[in-house]
């Protein structure tokens, strides 16, 4: 999983407005994007903690609807503010588009109700490499608008509400201080992909714990694989506390740095698969914080003063993180298995969205003091999370470190997303090479999130990661 603990109101904000056949000047700077929906536009509400930001769809639905094209958004402010990170990311898709990987999570057994916005690999693959041909040749943003406006589909996010209205909050890789052995300032470990965990070979959704007679049976809860020892020689890494264990389980990746300055990269591995309960949610609906003060920092100070009361809420949590150690060139990676990239990239759900395209996002994002400033960026759908599990959010990768770790924390605003799917008569002019054969282990979902983020799964880029080496036999038999 990944993502900081953060909970901000969204501020009230800006409204996004449909095309209408004029093409209207790029600086339309109001706050937060919000509802479009045909016939017009619904002013933003700010999220109440009465609202249900996870609102789930019904089974075997979609998280997205297609726009009219009297309802298209506006793309010139996204255009104007196209970069060298948006590039690197769009061009990890391209790369992505064609690995067997790529392939096999495209393929009709995978796709599932998402094969009603795209018809598979082609089409995606093109989608992508025709928003970046358009990109780089348009000589202009109303060239680019229009060319875009004539041979793509825009598709919206449902939403919370059905009509586009979502949150986006942020996630990062942070930064530890770590040993790679037990000490006693170090004394709390990450733990290695067990052998008895079995996911899906080609999502990495877990399916649950292979027993010692073949069956599968269900993991225990975090709580009870931490105090029974039953991890005992699958110890990975050592940190300095629970605390920082938990949300090194919560952003899914870390980078560690060892007595001897020595930089060490963990990554995901794997989950339980376990109920994920965000930290932030449980302190403020316990009334222990307030919904202002649900934040990575403040809950930070709140450990250093009563640990045994933050652990207690910790231990709602079911859920529990593995990890592997990862390269620095191939780390932090996505869903997708490549690199992923900060301010460029999303994490949604991916049961409704699809993977690897382009996105629109339009919203608000934090700075270091936790004011919001305006975002209408082109960024690209590369990761996935535990606590992203619903059309009304999505989370951008905000970066390494403790800088990062501040702005992910301060990140929480209404806002709403669009992906780009190219219609089925250009798709033959913008194909890619055939793409290699599928890899028996594909990418790896994630994991577990943050209340609000996803988890980096550090794989190689572009090419899909080998599983993890076994680790080495548990000190004692693991029970079922």
Same mark, same amino acid.
């Given at each position: 999983?990944h993502?900081c603990?953060?909970?901000?109101s969204?501020s009230?904000?800006r409204?996004?407005r449909?095309?209408t ?8 700077a ?5 509802t ?8 933003p509400a700010?999220?109440?903690?009465e609202e249900?930001?996870?609102v789930?769809?019904?089974p075997?639905?979609?998280?997205l609807?297609?726009l ?5 958004? *506006?793309l ?5 503010a ?7 990311a769009?061009?990890m +898709?391209?790369?992505?588009f ?7 999570n495209?393929?009709s057994?995978q796709m599932?109700?998402?094969s009603q916005?795209?018809s598979?690999?082609?089409?995606a693959a093109? +989608?992508v ?13 109303k060239a680019f608008q229009?060319?875009?406006? *004539? &041979?793509?589909?825009i598709w919206?996010?449902? %939403?919370r509400?059905?009509?586009g209205k979502?949150?986006i ?6 930064e530890?201080?770590?040993?790679a ?6 004394k709390?470990?990450l733990?290695?992909r ?5 996911t899906?070979?080609v999502?990495?959704d877990?399916l ?5 007679? %073949? ?5 225990g809860?975090r709580k009870?694989?931490? *105090? ?7 110890e990975l890494?050592?940190?300095?506390s629970?605390?920082d264990?938990?949300i090194? *389980?919560?952003?899914g990746? /870390?980078?560690?740095?060892?007595p001897?300055?020595?930089?060490k ?9 376990r109920?994920?309960?965000g ?14 003060e649900?934040?990575?920092?403040a809950?930070?100070a709140?450990?250093a003063r009563d640990p /045994? ?7 709602r949590n079911?859920?529990?993180?593995f990890f592997?150690m990862?390269?620095g060139?191939?780390w932090?990676?996505?869903s997708?298995?490549v690199?992923v ?5 999303v994490?949604t759900?991916k049961?409704?969205f ?9 919203? &608000? ?11 209408d960026?082109?960024?690209m759908?590369?990761d996935? %999370?535990?606590a ?5 959010r ?8 403790a800088?990062a770790e ?5 990140q929480f605003?209404d806002?709403?997303f ?5 219609k089925p008569?250009h798709v033959?002019?913008?194909a890619?090479?055939? /793409?290699a054969?599928?890899?028996p282990v594909?990418?790896r979902?994630?994991?577990d999130?943050g209340?609000a983020k996803?988890?980096?799964? %550090?794989?190689q880029?572009?090419a ?5 080496a076994?680790a080495?036999?548990? /000190?004692k038999?693991?029970?079922?």
């Open positions: 999983m993502g603990i953060s909970d901000r969204p009230a904000g409204l996004r449909a095309h056949g004029v093409f209207l000047a790029a600086s339309l109001l706050a937060v994007a919000t479009v929906f045909l016939g017009g536009c619904e002013s700010k999220v109440t903690p249900d930001i996870d789930q769809l019904p075997g639905e979609h998280g609807r297609k009219s094209r009297e309802e298209y958004p *506006e010139a402010a996204a255009f104007a196209r970069d060298d990170k948006f590039a690197r769009i061009g +898709s391209q790369q992505w064609t690995t067997g990987t790529s392939k096999a495209y393929s057994e599932g109700p998402i916005v795209v598979g690999h082609e089409q093109a +989608s490499n025709a928003f970046r041909q358009l990109m780089d040749s348009s000589t202009d943003a229009d060319a875009v406006y *004539e &041979q793509f589909d919206q996010t449902r %939403g509400n059905g009509k979502a949150v909050t942020g996630y990062c890789s942070p530890f201080k770590a040993s052995v037990r000490t006693e300032t170090f709390y470990p733990y290695r067990p052998v008895d965990l079995v899906d070979t999502t990495g877990p649950g714990r292979r027993n010692a007679d %073949g069956s599968l049976g269900q993991w809860t009870e694989i931490l *105090e029974s020892n039953q991890l005992a020689g699958y890494m050592w940190l300095s629970a605390f264990v938990y090194c *389980e919560v952003n990746s /870390a980078k560690l740095i060892l001897d300055n020595t930089v990269y963990v990554g995901y591995a794997g989950k339980t698969g109920e994920y309960v930290l932030g949610t449980s302190l403020v609906d316990a009334g222990v914080i307030t919904k202002r649900r934040n990575l920092p809950i930070k709140l450990y /045994a009361l933050v652990q207690k809420y910790i231990d079911q859920n529990m993180v592997q990862y390269d060139k191939s932090p990676s996505g997708l298995g690199p990239t900060d301010f460029a990239t994490a759900d049961k409704i699809p993977r690897g395209l382009v996105m629109l996002m339009d919203t &608000q994002v934090a700075d270091y003091a936790g004011r919001m400033k305006d975002f960026r082109f960024m759908d590369q996935t %999370g535990g992203i599990r619903a059309a009304g999505a989370d951008i990768y905000m970066g390494i470190g800088a501040i702005l992910a924390g301060n605003a806002g709403t669009y992906y780009f799917v190219l008569e033959g002019k913008y890619p090479p055939a /793409a054969a599928p890899s594909a990418t979902r994630k994991r999130i209340d996803p988890v980096s799964a %550090g794989t880029p572009i899909p990661a080998p599983a993890p076994p080495p036999a548990p /000190a038999p693991a029970t079922p």
